[in-house]
């Protein structure tokens, strides 16, 4: 197979297969979840405070002291790699552009050089969050397969995103087909991994208010 | 005649020594080669002898003859059609009919084995070949026949080279390429709809020049004029590096000159000559004039997506694929919920109240 | 027709993209190394990407020099010195004033115009005879 014909696989066939199959692991697993519903709690709450739910999805967006205190490198590269993660999908114009296509939805774009710049960042971050959690006895004990799929399968389409817009080692019909493909192996994994956390993760902080809520640690 | 060298024919044309050096330098720069190659370049013109070529038209627009007419370099050109002997060409020939064919059998046969042979439009292979004929002959059968005594073929065009247009979804001819008929020859395929006229005459100039077929990717294109892509020849890259696109054609950006990405330019993944060689004779280009690159020398770039779709769009819409996932996911979901309910409805309903008598018995 | 030439054409000029300043870099190499080892080169400037804006910089900063030259032959073929010496600016032409091949050559002199062995050798023949004749024609001496 051309290189040409793998990128035209890659924007054709491979992206309805990874689509679907994300769509349809997400909805499977979001609905699984939420089906089984909450126990009906009869106690009558302590305090009041309705929305601790909605405010808590700010304030555990944010560091604890604490969390500093003990893990000022996981705090760091975990903020670094997510918000670059994010500024580099949706403010990349190829990627608007992608998704506009995809759902008609479209905003401006930054300026390349910039999201360049966060691309190495984010790729940096990512590098030196897994050093650290192999290199971390405890870290290390607590990760299995998961995690360092989960890891590669994130890394992998900054990579190559990254080298196909600089030209490096590969030809760039194959490197834009390789970025491609990688994005689809993310898309197909991720229903099945702990990156689900990307949707459940609102959620649960949103639960997670409430239920202090009612107990009386109000948000 | 046949015997002739190209230094032969210049002299007999009353071309001195210094008009040979203009001609191989400006043959060199055709070749895309470094300007110290031009001694060597006029060294193998020196010697070289006039090969006969057969030009074979299938299932063609006729652009690409079109546009080799059109080459700009009009010395280098006709002095390159008086080295070579163009023995069958319909459209430029004057012989018509049986004894146009006749033409052509008689020149195969003298120079069995040697000839070139320069094949432009794809060969439709379905229904037996009968959806392009010459003369009662199907395009398979002639380029089979024609094939066995060529000592190189070019494939002219990217319907030649890859299949081009007939090609394309759904392809009711069942059309395809030389290389995918003709198997135990040297093909060199010159891609593009139609190909950058110099470029087809530079291909022509290298085999005449040095007899052999030249540096070739792994498509089959002459790596002199395919080597590079248009992207990383275009002179907008810099607006692309700094992020700075056109939107919509004729704005702003549009007319400051700003990369064309978003307009659906194809230019990074297309590898071909426009960008340095140009059009006309270099008087612009396709980027140049404010529309992207349409990717013409890769395969299957009709099939590509939209020509004004950005190169990182999908070929085809998702939609059907995502709602029927939607669905299905949402069913299954709502299936092993209800599943799932009806486990704990179970174990709540077998679930055994035990007093401490029953456990003291 | 007139409507077409009404149609205002507005000129941007959207600078040179760094071209020129590569061009320009060479030709200070390869004068070098005429300098230096005395070996003559060319840079082939179709194959360039150069805007108008990229020319313009190459002419101005190569300036104009003293020599002016022209070839008949297939066309013609414009040399000018550049107020560099060493730095030829050579355009081949075909017969309908159109550029074939642009070339900047670094030499002691550009190779078109030095007069080649073969025709040299051909020409003290050819004059040798044109002096036969006139001798043959005017009797002795004259």
């Known amino acids: 197979m051309s290189a040409m014909e793998l990128l035209l696989w890659a924007r054709g066939p491979g992206l309805a297969i990874a689509v679907a199959i994300f769509l349809f692991g997400m909805m499977l697993r979001l609905i699984e979840i939420y089906s089984l519903g909450r126990k009906r709690d009869l106690s009558v709450p302590r305090s009041p405070t309705p929305g601790s739910g909605w405010r808590t999805i700010v304030t555990r967006s944010l560091p604890h002291a604490d969390t500093w205190r003990r893990s000022a490198l996981t705090v760091i590269t975990g903020f670094a790699f997510h918000l670059g993660l994010f500024v580099v999908l949706l403010f990349l114009l190829p990627h608007i552009e992608l998704i506009r296509s995809l759902t008609g939805l479209s905003w401006p774009a930054l300026p390349t050089p910039l999201v360049d710049l966060i691309t190495v960042i984010t790729l940096i971050a990512l590098i030196v969050a897994l050093v650290n959690r192999v290199q971390d006895p405890v870290k290390r004990f607590l990760s299995g397969a998961g995690d360092y799929l989960a890891w590669t399968v994130t890394f992998l389409p900054l990579l190559t995103g990254y080298m196909a817009y600089h030209h490096l080692l590969l030809d760039y019909t194959l490197l834009l087909a390789l970025h491609i493909l990688s994005a689809e192996l993310l898309l197909v994994v991720f229903p099945f991994t702990k990156l689900t956390h990307t949707f459940t993760l609102f959620i649960a902080r949103w639960y997670n208010g409430d239920i202090a809520a009612r107990k009386g640690v109000a948000s | ?361 | 027709m007139n409507s077409l030439k009404n149609i205002g054409v507005h000129v941007v000029h959207v600078g040179g993209n760094g071209n020129a300043r590569a061009v320009l870099r060479e030709v200070e190499n390869l004068l070098q190394k005429l300098v230096e080892e005395g070996e003559e080169s060319s840079i082939d400037l179709s194959g360039l990407p150069l805007t108008p804006e990229d020319y313009d910089l190459l002419e101005e900063t190569l300036g104009e020099g003293e020599v002016v030259a022209e070839v008949h032959s297939l066309g013609p073929t414009r040399i000018h010195e550049t107020g560099i010496p060493g730095v030829w600016w050579v355009t081949h032409y075909n017969d309908e004033d159109e550029v074939l091949a642009e070339f900047i050559e670094v030499a002691w002199c550009p190779e078109i115009l030095l007069a080649p062995e073969d025709d040299v050798k051909d020409g003290l023949e050819a004059l040798r005879a044109r002096l036969f004749e006139l001798n043959q024609e005017g009797g002795h001496g004259g």
Not at chain 2, 184 to 195: E, L, R, S, Y
Not at chain 2, 235 to 253: E, I, L, S, V
């Open chain 2, 1 to 361: 005649m046949a015997d002739e060298t190209l230094l032969d024919i210049l002299k007999r044309r009353g071309v001195s020594r210094r008009g040979f050096l203009k001609f191989c330098a400006a043959t060199t720069s055709l070749l895309a080669l470094p300007p110290s190659m031009a001694a060597a370049v006029a060294e193998s013109l020196g010697r070289v002898r006039r090969p006969a070529v057969i030009w074979l038209s299938f299932q063609e627009c006729t652009g690409c003859t079109e546009s080799l007419t059109r080459a700009h370099s009009p010395s280098i050109e006709s002095l390159i059609f008086d080295a070579i002997s163009l023995d069958y060409h319909h459209t430029l020939q004057a012989a018509s009919g049986h004894a146009a064919e006749e033409a052509r059998e008689h020149s195969m046969k003298a120079d069995w084995g040697n000839y070139l042979l320069i094949v432009d439009g794809s060969i439709p292979l379905k229904d037996g070949g009968v959806y392009s004929t010459i003369a009662g002959i199907s395009n398979l059968q002639m380029l089979q026949e024609a094939a066995a005594g060529a000592a190189a073929i070019v494939a002219i065009g990217t319907c030649a080279a890859y299949g081009g247009l007939p090609h394309a979804q759904p392809n009711p001819t069942g059309a395809v390429a030389v290389s995918d008929i003709v198997k135990d020859k040297p093909i060199i395929n010159v891609p593009g709809c139609p190909p950058v006229p110099a470029v087809m005459v530079g291909v022509l100039a290298h085999y005449l020049t040095f007899g052999t077929l030249p540096d070739l990717d792994d498509l089959g294109r002459p790596r002199a004029f395919y080597g590079e892509s248009i992207h990383d020849r275009c002179y907008r890259r810099p607006f692309y590096d700094q992020g700075k696109f056109a939107k919509t054609f004729d704005d702003a950006g549009a007319r400051d000159g700003w990369c064309l990405f978003e307009l659906g330019c194809k230019g990074p993944t297309t590898h071909n000559a426009c960008a340095t060689t140009k059009w006309n004779g270099g008087t612009s280009w396709p980027v140049q004039s404010g529309h992207g690159c349409i990717g013409c020398s890769e395969p299957d770039f009709w099939d590509a997506g939209g020509f004004y779709k950005a190169l990182s769009t999908p070929v085809n819409s998702v939609t059907g694929a995502a709602t029927a996932a939607v669905a299905a996911g949402a069913a299954a979901g709502i299936a092993i919920g209800l599943a799932n309910r009806q486990r704990k409805a179970r174990a709540r309903a077998g679930h055994q109240t035990v007093t401490i008598e029953d456990l003291e018995k």
